[in-house]
């Protein structure tokens, strides 16, 4: 008896009412005749796609600035670093000079340039948040939403010549969405491409056992990143910043100085952010722009804190259970809606009305608040 | 015989949490006396003032035993509201005024004058028209008969000195309709000199209309000056009633502290400690601190290698200041020499690579990571100063969870720490036992000068013992020079080679700690033995 009231205990309500809906979900798609495989692949290629996004988000919650809303300073890093990467991609000729490597070199910049960005623009966006203390996560919602507005003048105003990339009438500026196809995207993940593009000693990438996919570079990609995180947490530093996170009074008494603490962990967030960002493109095979990631903050505080993280603590565990629960249940959720409700545009309706739904009840269980 | 007094107090006893903090109090208050209510903190003052007044922190926590007479008259207080209705009345020490209010209204709050409209005649009283003219007359009347004509009736309270705010305070009371017994419960803490004698002006004003009043102060010379009779507790105890022309200021002092003083050490170790006037451990030159409700403004003090020193004082005086200020939580001004060199208290973890360790006298909120285990807790700033538990992988330092785990093990052993493990969360620890913690964290510095603050604040009589013998241990077997700050004289004066008191914000006094009662009382109270005549 014991034994199941300390696993109840460790997994939580919310997690267990969501997981519950999970399963139901999965349990109704396949009874209305959905493919479990496709259906499992579907989950795990989103679970990845959106996985370091939410990882974006432990930095921030460990060193004290609580949710990072404003974690789409630096999705737009990581976007500014692949358009840049495209064009220079494409300038230099790099598919025809290096054929299978291109789009490894191009993914490698995109990572440069959007970590390089990234490191800046969070450091200053920390210096911000050291300003507001206390309504930290109110101000970086806003920096969030004002860095979009501002990158949507950027995307305007950009004249490059990748035809992938500018409109496809010409004149200024970027498209909304930019397809990746012929540049990195599924590089990692989808057995397609990496079939058709990339040696045989590069299969092992992305395969399909039967109908499922396994895009095995993803997931390795996405393990070393948590593993690097985990690590830093138990480092010197990562413990300091955890302290200062915790309690800054405590933290200062021994020595460490509280500012600079959650200054590294904001650009540490945003850093992770832009990894994100590019990742989630290339798993996605398009490059979104102007509007898209407005809400992916939103959405990867939710993810966590269904994980059970607090506004103040959080770890792996959290982004992993957290991000397989929202995603999955978005994944399951549509095909489940349109199949049963056939009218017009209600499905997408029903899909918003799921999503905000989940951040919505993840967001009231935010434990304490921002104290 | 009881009828001659307003209010009697008969017997009261009060448990928190199994600990009794009033023990069978007795308080007598006679019409139109001005009566002292006098104590060390802790002495159970407030507690009393919190049952007279119904506080709902004493019914929720039990209630209380004994009765409470007014005129003779049996009357059970279960809250605030009722107390008012007795014609009991409050002049509080943090002031309940609106800023933006004025004064009129600030002194009418609650109980303003209306005048029937249309509106209330249909809604209720609710929407009655205030009536100006009859609330700035009374107001105005209220003023005047303490004396304050030259406060305007109509002016804003926002940006008063704080002397009128607690004029204004004193006026709101007084124009309650029955009041019988007014208590000012440290009124003369915030004011200036000038303000306080003022006050105590208007306090024998108050008395002389026949309104009673209880007097809450640890400044015994002002007692001397104005009340009449006055109630001593000591301990949660009751001490003795007397009237003020029957009694000392020297024998005030003595009542308030008197009490049996065990040595915890034996006095033969005292001996084989070598304390010298040239091996200085810590020096404090014209030392400030600017930390708000505990300012130290210009201490000096040398404290010997070896020695246990106390500071000692009332809540208030700076004593707390001390250790913060060496922490680095406040802006500190003057010079700390740690063995001969200069600490450069802006630069963080300064005191902390000097050697120094310390204990905050703010547990939850200094002292502990709530929310991490015990082992983090304890391992922490050893960790972040001294690098220990580290391991070096690349250019990494990443914990070494085996030694980090096998140290806290011998740590709870230690201190016989009661916790499932290394890894309970220290927020879910007892008081005592994160006592312990917070004591193991800075012991695992392996300090030369360890500084505890109020080191048995809020902990059981068992965590308590253990903390001070653990101090005199590593003092007299590791040579640990130790600097204690507590509220209490009993045990500083138990463990301590020299004590000095802190008044103001500075040293007042250097005193040994079998020195008497007497001269501790009146250290405290910040008064020259030459002036308590």
């Known amino acids: 008896m014991k034994t199941i009231k300390e696993i109840y205990e460790s997994i939580g309500l919310p997690r267990l009412i969501i997981g519950l809906f999970f399963i139901c979900l999965v349990v109704v798609s396949i009874i209305l005749g959905f493919s479990p495989a496709a259906l499992f692949s579907d989950v795990v290629r989103r679970w990845l796609m959106y996985g370091t996004l939410v990882l974006a988000m432990v930095p921030g919650i460990q060193s004290g600035i609580g949710l990072n809303f404003g974690v789409s300073l630096g999705i737009s890093a990581g976007l500014l670093g692949s358009v840049f990467a495209m064009e220079i991609s494409f300038l230099r000729n790099w598919n025809e000079v290096l054929g299978a490597g291109a789009p490894w070199l191009t993914l490698l910049l995109a990572l440069i340039f959007g970590i390089i960005m990234a490191t800046i623009l969070g450091t200053l966006y920390g210096l911000l948040l050291n300003r507001v203390k206390g309504s930290e996560m109110t101000v970086s919602t806003y920096v969030g939403f004002s860095v979009i507005a501002f990158m949507n003048i950027v995307w305007l105003s950009l004249a490059f010549k990748n035809g992938e990339l500018s409109w496809p009438l010409q004149g200024q500026g970027l498209r909304n969405t930019a397809s990746l196809s012929g540049s990195f995207g599924g590089l990692l993940s989808n057995p397609d491409v990496v079939q058709s593009t990339q040696p045989a000693w590069l299969h092992w990438l992305a395969f399909k056992i039967g109908d499922f996919t396994l895009p095995l570079g993803l997931i390795l990609v996405f393990a070393l990143l948590c593993f690097f995180v985990w690590l830093f947490f138990r480092s010197k530093m990562g413990i300091a910043m955890s302290g200062a996170g915790e309690n800054q009074l405590f933290t200062t008494s021994s020595g460490i100085d509280v500012d600079r603490m959650r200054i590294l962990g904001t650009a540490i967030s945003t850093v992770l952010g832009a990894v994100g960002i590019i990742l989630y493109a290339q798993t996605y095979g398009f490059l979104q722009l102007y509007n898209a990631p407005l809400m992916m903050g939103f959405a990867s505080a939710a993810s966590i804190l269904i994980g059970g993280a607090s506004v103040r603590r959080a770890k792996i565990s959290h982004v992993l259970i957290g991000t397989l629960l929202f995603q999955g249940i978005l994944v399951t959720a549509l095909p489940v809606a349109n199949e049963v409700i056939k009218i017009g545009t209600l499905p997408e309706v029903l899909r918003i009305i799921i999503s905000n739904g989940i951040i919505l009840y993840a967001l009231s269980k935010t434990k304490g608040g921002n104290q | ?533």
């Open chain 2, 1 to 533: 015989m009881d009828d001659q007094y307003l209010l009697s107090m008969k017997n009261i006893s009060k448990e928190y949490f199994g600990n009794r903090v009033l023990k069978g109090v007795n308080l007598n208050v006679k019409p139109g006396e001005i009566h002292a209510l006098v104590g060390e903190n802790g002495a159970g003052k407030t507690t009393l003032m919190n049952i007279l007044f119904g506080m709902p922190v004493i019914y929720s926590t039990g209630g209380f035993e004994g009765e409470i007479q007014i005129n003779g008259e049996s009357i059970s207080i279960d809250s605030p509201h009722t107390a008012m209705n007795c014609g009991i009345g409050m002049v509080h020490q943090e002031f309940m005024l609106i800023p933006e209010f004025n004064v009129t209204e600030n002194i009418k709050l609650g109980r303003e004058i209306g005048e029937p409209t249309a509106l209330s005649k249909i809604f209720g009283n609710l929407l009655e028209k205030m009536n100006w003219t009859q609330m700035s007359k009374e107001a105005r009347k209220a003023l005047d008969s303490i004396g304050m004509m030259n406060i305007d009736e109509y002016a804003k309270v926002a940006g008063m000195p704080i002397g009128y705010k607690q004029f204004i305070e004193i006026a709101r009371e007084i124009d309650k309709t029955g009041i019988k017994l007014l208590v000012f419960d440290e009124p003369t803490a915030v004011l200036t000199e000038g303000e306080a004698d003022r006050l105590l002006e208007i306090m024998r004003l108050i008395a002389k209309k026949g309104i009673a009043i209880i007097f809450i102060t640890h400044r015994l010379t002002e007692v001397m000056a104005v009340a009449d009779s006055m109630t001593i507790l000591r301990d949660g105890e009751f001490v003795v009633r007397k009237d003020v022309k029957d009694i000392t200021l020297t024998k005030i002092a003595e009542l308030m502290i008197g009490r049996q003083i065990d040595k915890l050490v034996d006095d033969s170790l005292l001996a084989s400690r070598d304390l010298s006037d040239n091996k200085i451990a810590l020096e404090f030159k014209d030392y400030h601190v600017d930390m708000p409700g505990e300012r130290v403004k210009g201490m000096n003090i040398k404290i010997r290698e070896g020695e246990i020193f106390g500071f000692g004082g009332l809540a208030g005086q700076g004593k707390i200041g001390i250790v913060n200020g060496i922490i680095g939580l406040f802006d500190t001004q003057g010079d700390v020499f740690a063995f001969g060199k200069r600490l450069d208290l802006s630069k963080l973890g300064e005191a902390l690579r000097n050697n120094i360790a310390f204990v905050s006298e703010d547990r939850r909120g200094v002292g502990l990571l709530l929310g991490e285990s015990v082992e983090r807790n304890i391992t922490f700033t050893a960790m972040q100063i001294k690098d220990q538990f580290l391991r070096r992988i690349g250019p990494m330092k990443i914990l070494d969870k085996a030694k980090a785990d096998q140290h806290t093990r011998e740590m709870i052993k230690l201190f016989d720490i009661r916790c499932t493990g290394p890894s309970q969360t220290a927020g879910s620890l007892s008081g005592g036992n994160q006592q312990k913690v917070c004591l193991a964290r800075a012991i695992t510095m392996d300090p030369k000068i360890l500084i505890v603050s109020e080191p048995t604040r809020g902990i059981d009589i068992g965590a308590k013992k253990l903390v001070l013998e653990y101090l005199t241990k590593i003092n007299r077997e590791q040579g640990t020079t130790i600097v204690m700050i507590s509220s209490e004289l009993v045990e500083l004066r138990s463990l301590c080679d020299r004590i000095a008191i802190v008044s103001e914000g500075k040293v007042f006094s250097v005193m040994k700690p079998d020195d008497s009662d007497a001269a501790f009382g009146l250290a405290m109270a910040g008064v020259r033995e030459e002036e308590a005549v």
